[in-house]
C-alpha cells in the first residue's frame, strides 16, 4: 500500500447524490487503476488511465460512471446518483514500469 | 465468466505447518500471476509474484509454484505464522495495449492458530 493515497476512506451518501473518490499515485507513477470490490466477491478491475487519458474503460458501468486523471492533481472517480448497488470499496492502484499494482486502502461507500 | 478460481473459501492452519492456497485460470493468454494479502479495511498488499516463464518463485517464508500446463498455481507459506492471518488474493495478468489489466480470484481466508 506504500505510497498510493486515498481519500475519503469512508463515505456515507443518500441515494440520488454524487460521490467523488480521490487518488494520488505512488511518486513517479502515471498509471493509475480503479478497481471495485463488492461484498464476497474478488476484486473487479473498472478502469485504467494515464495522464489525461482514459486508456482503458471496459469496466466501467455505461452509466453514472466516470473517472479523470487530470495534468495536475488526484484521479477522481465519479459515481452520479448513487443507488445502493453501488455501495462497495474502491481501490486506486497504480503501476510501474514493470508488472505488477500497488493498491491504496481503499473507499469504502455506502449508499443508505 | 470466472478466469481466475480460488475454490477454497477458507483455510484454517495450526501455527509452523504449512499453508497451501490454491488457484485455477482458464485464460492461457495470462502471463504474469501474482498473490497479494489482504487484512480487513485495508488495500491489498503484494506478496509475490511469478512470470509464465517459471515454474517457481520463492521469497522467505513463501513460494509460488506455477504449473502451466494445468492452468494451475500454489502459494506456500512455511512455516505459518498468526500474522499471516488474512484474505489471500490470486491475481492473473496479461499486457494488453499498454495496459497492465489484473483478473482477481474471490479470494482464500486463511487463518492461523497459535
Known amino acids: 500500500n506504500a505510497g498510493v493515497m486515498q481519500n475519503p476512506r469512508h463515505l456515507v451518501r443518500r441515494r440520488g447524490q454524487e460521490a467523488r473518490l480521490r487518488c494520488s499515485p505512488m511518486?513517479?507513477?502515471?498509471?493509475v487503476y480503479w478497481y471495485r470490490q463488492l461484498p464476497e466477491e474478488g476484486l473487479k478491475f473498472m478502469v485504467y488511465?494515464?495522464?489525461?487519458?482514459?486508456?482503458?474503460e471496459s469496466g466501467m458501468p455505461k452509466e453514472r460512471f466516470s473517472a479523470e486523471f487530470p495534468k495536475e492533481g488526484p484521479s477522481i472517480l465519479r459515481i452520479q446518483q448513487v443507488v445502493r448497488g453501488d455501495s462497495a470499496a474502491y481501490f486506486c492502484?497504480?503501476?510501474?514500469?514493470?508488472?505488477?499494482?500497488?493498491f491504496g486502502s481503499g473507499t469504502q461507500l455506502s449508499v443508505l | 465468466d470466472q478466469q481466475v478460481k480460488q475454490n477454497s473459501p477458507s483455510l484454517s492452519v495450526q501455527e509452523g505447518r504449512i499453508s497451501i492456497l490454491n488457484c485455477d485460470y482458464t485464460?492461457?493468454?495470462?502471463?504474469?500471476f501474482l498473490w497479494y494479502k489482504k487484512y480487513p479495511a485495508e488495500g491489498p498488499t503484494f506478496l509475490i509474484s511469478?512470470?509464465?516463464?517459471?515454474d517457481k518463485n520463492e521469497d522467505g517464508r513463501f513460494t509460488v509454484f506455477l504449473n502451466k500446463s494445468a492452468k494451475h498455481l500454489s502459494l506456500h507459506i512455511v512455516p505459518s505464522q498468526p500474522g499471516d492471518s488474512a484474505v489471500y488474493f490470486c491475481?492473473?495478468?496479461?499486457?494488453?495495449?499498454?495496459?497492465?489489466?489484473?483478473?482477481f480470484g474471490k479470494g482464500t481466508k486463511l487463518t492461523v492458530n497459535p
Open positions: 492502484a497504480s503501476s510501474p514500469a514493470g508488472r505488477g499494482l500497488f
Open positions: 511518486k513517479g507513477h502515471s498509471h
Open positions: 488511465l494515464q495522464k489525461e487519458n482514459i486508456i482503458d
Open positions: 485464460n492461457s493468454m495470462f502471463d504474469y
Open positions: 511469478i512470470s509464465s516463464i517459471k
Open positions: 491475481a492473473a495478468s496479461v499486457r494488453q495495449g499498454g495496459s497492465e489489466k489484473l483478473v
